[in-house]
């Protein structure tokens, strides 16, 4: 069972940048691929972005597109999400996910279906 703890949140204005650790208690999570998604109240959980477990693939929400990247350091067993240019309708939790299912794999999912690990989650919030 891997474990996955989100750090990073906050409280950004408008333009500000943030950038979300997601930690894995295993050693076997650096070959999965690994995912952020995010909810905002009243709305279901979304796509953000993904990477395959060696970091060469990575996908990402329209939404974010040119203003996010994800990244990941498995000497750490750690994944990453820059945010830039942060907008009010990223205000969200954002959660980290992994894919146990995707070992070494080419392509990352981007269903949170896909995901059987996930952290608790940790808030962000962007002021207008």
């Known amino acids: 069972q891997v474990q996955l703890v989100e750090s990073g949140g906050g409280l950004v204005q408008a333009g500000g940048s943030l950038r979300l650790s997601c930690a894995a208690s295993?050693?076997?999570?650096?070959?999965?691929?690994m995912g952020w998604f995010r909810q905002a109240p009243g709305e279901e959980r979304k796509f953000v972005a993904a990477t395959n477990w060696s970091g060469d693939n990575t996908y990402y929400a329209d939404s974010v597109k040119g203003r996010f990247t994800i990244s990941r350091d498995n000497a750490k067993n750690t994944v990453y999400l820059q945010m830039n240019s942060l907008k009010p309708e990223d205000t969200a939790i954002y959660y980290c996910?992994?894919?146990?299912?995707?070992?070494?794999?080419?392509?990352?999912?981007?269903?949170?279906?896909?995901?059987?690990?996930w952290g608790q989650g940790t808030q962000v919030t962007v002021s207008s």
């Open positions: 295993e050693r076997t999570a650096s070959n999965y691929a």
């Open positions: 996910a992994a894919d146990r299912t995707s070992w070494r794999g080419v392509v990352p999912g981007t269903g949170a279906y896909e995901y059987a690990y």
